[in-house]
């Protein structure tokens, strides 16, 4: 059963910092590219961060550039989001994404989400 469990989400003040962790299971983590997204109230789901299969690359959202940083531990079977000078645009729920493209097909899997919190 595969299963993307994210946690660390919460309440935090402007310019604060939160690290997100996404845990998955049921599939073989190595092999596959890890992305967050975010969705905020009366918007659309937007990338956030991406990182390939081995950490060798990663890349981001304009908006997040140069704050956030995706990072993962395939001994772990863990992907993070390391998150500072988070701005109250920065609230949503966090969706953790496990895409795999492999000859019997694309994989596309989805965790649940945490919800992230900006406010004085």
């Known amino acids: 059963q595969v299963q993307l469990v994210e946690s660390g989400g919460g309440l935090v003040q402007p310019g604060g910092s939160l690290r997100l962790s996404c845990a998955a299971s049921?599939?073989?983590?190595?092999?596959?590219?890890m992305k967050w997204y975010r969705q905020a109230p009366g918007k659309e789901r937007e990338l956030v961060a991406a990182?390939?299969?081995?950490?060798?690359?990663?890349n981001y959202g304009d908006s997040m550039k140069g704050r956030f940083i995706i990072s993962r531990d395939n001994a772990k079977n863990t992907v993070y989001l390391q998150m500072k000078s988070l701005k109250a645009e920065d609230t949503a729920v966090y969706f953790c994404n496990a895409r795999g493209t492999f000859l019997t097909g694309r994989y596309d899997y989805w965790g649940q989400g945490t919800q992230v919190t900006v406010s004085s």
């Open positions: 049921g599939f073989i983590f190595r092999s596959y590219a």
């Open positions: 990182i390939t299969s081995d950490g060798s690359s990663t």
